[in-house]
């Protein structure tokens, strides 16, 4: 297997300066432009929020996150940072700060933001702008 | 002895579940989906599989990033409907085949050394229903048709933390189940649903990025040089398709459980909204590899 010594090669937040990774990995890992790849790390910074979102898929849990989403977002052990997000909606901020798309998508939904809407943000465009750059709108 | 008689690649797109429990299937914007999948229908009931294999990714609802397996085979009787966050759908529950469970389970450990995670019980979501609600259809409470037409056994594959399987480990993956199907001693017909993409990206900039040439590549080259496109990394996929689109390696998984002499029968490719979506079945007649 070869080695390539990442310290050289600034993968910016991926990866700790000095790690090694054999070539298949680097070549995975290395950064996509406008992407996020969920790996390990990203996964770990963001398994509190993780954590709240799955606990989403309770009716219960959505029930009382409306209620009370400060509490919830407490239950769950949420930095002041990571509460912000939440607080301000702020989906780009999220999936950075480690939320997987996937479980992103119940947040979204219990506060009213489906996938478009949520894309359209990332995007930095309007709804409809977004919309509007699709092959078959309707098909929603 | 067991048969697999064929294979179906199919997007899953999450969108297409509300549309089947709506009656929406007929709108100008979902038809073409829905049509292509008239024959593929009609051509299932003909074949009349005892099981659906599903391959198929879940989306963060019954599984959690605290223990998240590589591959988990479901070896259950019943499979129920999952909540993955806005409620469960009014479908009726799966049920399985927990013979052929523990055989594939002892066949793919033993003889094959995949070492898979054995589930007892799997809340089945979207990645697996929507594929079941685009080839079989389904009867409700009492209807004489009630429940689904074949039983169905989920093998949930990660995509979407990596480090994920390489595309050739899904590929070997469909092999041994191929062999394993085959050493099953009672006479029964199987089909393999290999799930997920298209290319599509949901989240960054690039949400929202498709690739309608990379889809009919893949389409192209899963169809005429499977072992040629196990040599994809997630990578290529990810950086040509978005990163979404890795899920396309379990349609690999569909490829290497059929024979050689397969043939191709439906192809089909919509892309309306975020996602291609595609089609892609292969009738099996040889029972042996």
């Known amino acids: ?140 | 002895m067991g048969r697999i008689v064929g294979g179906i690649g199919l997007s899953h797109v999450p969108s297409v579940g509300p549309v089947v429990d709506r009656n929406r299937t007929q709108e100008p914007a979902w038809k073409p989906l829905f049509d292509a999948y008239v024959p593929v229908r009609q051509w299932l009931a003909q074949l009349k599989p005892d099981v659906a294999i599903v391959v198929y990714n879940d989306h963060a609802a019954d599984f959690s990033f605290d223990k998240y397996p590589t591959f988990a085979l479901g070896v259950a009787e019943r499979y129920a409907i999952g909540d993955e966050g806005f409620g469960t759908r009014p479908l009726p529950e799966v049920q399985g085949d927990l013979e052929l469970s523990i055989h594939l389970s002892e066949a793919l450990v033993y003889d094959h050394e995949f070492d898979l995670t054995l589930c007892q019980e799997i809340a089945v979501e979207h990645g697996f229903l929507v594929p079941m609600n685009l080839c079989f259809p389904h009867g409700q409470g009492n209807d004489e048709m009630r429940g689904w037409p074949v039983r169905a056994i989920p093998l949930q594959v990660n995509v979407i933390q990596h480090p994920l399987p390489t595309a050739r480990r899904c590929y070997k993956l469909g092999q041994a189940i191929r062999e394993a199907v085959s050493s099953y001693p009672k006479d029964l017909k199987v089909v393999v649903m290999g799930t997920g993409g298209m290319s599509h990206q949901l989240q960054g900039k690039r949400f929202g990025y498709m690739n309608e040439k990379f889809d009919h590549w893949f389409l192209d080259q899963l169809e005429s040089d499977p072992e040629g496109l196990c040599g994809i990394t997630h990578r290529k996929i990810m950086e040509q398709a978005g990163a979404e689109a890795v899920e396309l390696i379990m349609w690999l998984t569909m490829r290497g459980a059929m024979s050689r002499s397969a043939r191709r029968v439906h192809r089909h490719y919509y892309a309306p909204m975020t996602t291609g979506m595609g089609l892609i079945s292969f009738e099996d007649d040889q029972g042996v590899c």
């Not at chain 1, 910016?12 to 298949?24: E, K």
């Open chain 1, 1 to 140: 297997m070869h080695f390539v010594k990442l310290e050289a090669l600034s993968l910016g937040h991926l990866c700790t300066p000095g790690t090694l990774l054999s070539v298949y990995s680097y070549a995975v890992l290395r950064p996509i432009p406008d992407t996020s790849i969920f790996d390990l790390r990203l996964s770990h910074r963001g398994r509190r929020l993780n954590k709240l979102c799955a606990a989403l898929c309770s009716r219960e849990e959505r029930e009382a996150f409306k209620r009370d989403e400060e509490a919830c977002m407490s239950k769950f052990g949420l930095s002041e940072k990571e509460k912000d997000l939440i607080r301000q909606r702020d989906f780009k901020g999220l999936i950075e700060a480690g939320t997987n798309i996937y479980y992103l998508l119940k947040i979204g939904s219990v506060t009213g933001n489906g996938l478009y809407k949520m894309g359209a943000q990332m995007r930095g465009e309007s709804y409809e702008q977004f919309l509007s750059t699709r092959n078959y709108k309707d098909a929603v």
